[in-house]
C-alpha cells in the first residue's frame, strides 16, 4: 500500500515576529489610552503553510487549552463584569 501525503515540520520559527503593549480606559474600548488600566499585548508574526497560529499564542503566553481551564476563566470574566452574563 502506497499512501500520498507529506509530513509537517514538528517545529518552525515564525517570521516577521512584532509586539508591543498597549492600554485601555476598559474594557469594551476600541481607543487606546497612554496608561489606561487595561493592558493589551498585540503581536503579529508570519508562519509557513500548515503550522498553527493558536499553538504558536498557546507556547508564547504558557497557557493551557484544557477545557476545565477555560470555564474556570469564563467565571472570572462573569464575576468582573456580572452583566456580561446576562447575555
Known sequence: MQLTGSYRK????PSDLKWRLTSFPD?????????GPVKALE???????????TILLRELTHSTQSQSHHIHLAQELRELDPADSEN
Open 27 to 35: 474594557l469594551d474600548a476600541d481607543e487606546e489610552t497612554p496608561s
Open 43 to 53: 503581536i503579529g508574526f508570519r508562519l509557513p503553510s500548515s503550522s498553527y497560529a
Open 10 to 13: 514538528v517545529l518552525v520559527r
